[in-house]
């Protein structure tokens, strides 16, 4: 059987990160299994973990007055699940459920916390890439609002 370890070489996320960098992490995560519909984690709920997607799907939903929970994007493989974990409240933004049965890598949030807070450029190094998976998830949530709600008509004066 893999290791923790083994397991997240070669995942994205940590590509390129030392390996005294990817020791330190490996403390503060262990190997998991969600079936599908198992429900990881909803909106307004303590974050407390995010995970490495090592194989599945994920959908993120958002609870809506008269709709119930919209889907409003899917994270897969070699993606990165979770970041309100990151900023006070440390609360759920949205909720996740795996659409496909998932395998990853979870992580303890308060543990990595406290890594990036004990050794700042490691911190940094982390911010940098959830900064990075933050912003690719904007530009897909605007994208599909273009989809969803069209160009406005040019009107002329």
Excluded: K
């Amino acid at each position: 059987m893999p290791s923790t370890r083994d397991l997240l070489v070669g995942q994205p996320f940590v590509d390129g990160l030392s390996p005294e960098w990817l020791d330190r992490l490996t403390a503060y995560a262990h190997p998991v299994y969600r079936n599908r519909g198992c429900r990881l984690f909803a909106a307004g709920r303590p974050a407390m973990r995010f995970w490495l997607l090592r194989s599945g799907r994920v959908a993120l939903d958002l609870p809506t007055p008269g709709r119930g929970d919209v889907v409003i994007d899917t994270v897969g493989a070699g993606e990165v699940l979770g970041w309100s974990w990151l900023f006070p409240p440390h609360r759920w933004q949205f909720g996740a459920v795996a659409v496909e049965p998932v395998r990853a890598v979870e992580f303890d949030a308060s543990g990595v916390r406290y890594l990036m807070a004990d050794d700042t450029a490691l911190g940094y190094e982390l911010n940098r890439r959830f900064m990075a998976v933050m912003l690719d998830r904007l530009q897909a949530t605007r994208t599909r609002l273009l989809d969803l709600y069209g160009y406005p008509e040019h009107r002329a004066s």
